[in-house]
T-cell receptor, first 115, second 114 residues
Framework: AQTVTQSQPEMSVQEAETVTLSCTYD???????LFWYKQPPSRQMILVIRQEAYKQQNATENRFSVNFQKAAKSFSLKISDSQLGDTAMYFC????????????FGTGTLLAVQP | GAGVSQSPRYKVAKRGQDVALRCDPI?????LFWYQQALGQGPEFLTYFQNEAQLDKSGLPSDRFFAERPEGSVSTLKIQRTQQEDSAVYLC????????????FGDGTRLSIL
């Protein structure tokens, strides 16, 4: 079975500081994709960053970067220079391929950026 | 359109009523997904379409749930004889092609069953 676990229900960070959100996953597939999505109160799920399992280099998108540890099945998200607009629910998700390419989501981490 | 559009944004229904939720994917997107998001939880997969073909409906919780995409574009998720446990946000997502393409989500429909 494919699972995604986010063990931090809530986190808080001061504006301009750095925060790391944790995610672990389990899959028996060798080729898969991992994602971080952001869901603000408006509800729209926005793609933050994407990592392909066969790529050893960690993905980076501006202030967002990941620490992908394939052997440990860990996929954490680092947000640098946090901004008030980063306040949202963050979901880690796994796409293990197959016929559907559906996403398996974790339970989310609510991040609050404090002024 | 510019993004995935879902309607209505909010739906309130009495237990036992039938409801229909609409999803307009990004133009040209082949793949379409429906997810159910309970309060405080991550989205859970319901069903998947590739063009008009429903290739996976393994996540539909019961035979009261039915989805269609007859012309390979707009999709409708129908729930018959609604029950209180159907209350959730229903998210639709589309992607450009089959395979590991990023999914683009709509704003969702919040369904409340009284």
């Amino acid at each position: 079975a494919q699972t995604v676990t986010q063990s931090q229900p809530e986190m808080s960070v001061q504006e301009a500081e750095t925060v790391t959100l944790s995610c672990t996953y389990d899959t028996s597939e060798s080729n898969y994709y991992l994602f971080w999505y952001k869901q603000p109160p408006s509800r729209q799920m926005i793609l933050v960053i994407r990592q392909e399992a066969y790529k050893q280099q960690n993905a980076t998108e501006n202030r967002f970067s990941v620490n992908f540890q394939k052997a440990a099945k860990s996929f954490s998200l680092k947000i640098s220079d946090s901004q008030l607009g980063d306040t949202a629910m963050y979901f880690c998700a796994l796409n293990y391929g197959g016929a559907t390419n559906k996403l398996i989501f974790g339970t989310g981490t609510l991040l609050a950026v404090q002024p | 359109g510019a993004g995935v559009s879902q309607s209505p944004r909010y739906k309130v229904a009495k237990r036992g009523q039938d409801v229909a939720l609409r999803c307009d994917p990004i133009s040209g997107h082949v793949s379409l997904f429906w997810y159910q998001q309970a309060l405080g939880q991550g989205p859970e997969f319901l069903t998947y379409f590739q063009n008009e073909a429903q290739l996976d409906k393994s996540g539909l919780p019961s035979d009261r749930f039915f989805a269609e995409r007859p012309e390979g574009s707009v999709s409708t998720l129908k729930i018959q004889r609604t029950q209180q446990e159907d209350s959730a946000v229903y998210l639709c997502a589309s992607s450009l092609a089959a395979g590991n393409q990023p999914q683009h989500f709509g704003d969702g429909t919040r369904l409340s069953i009284l």
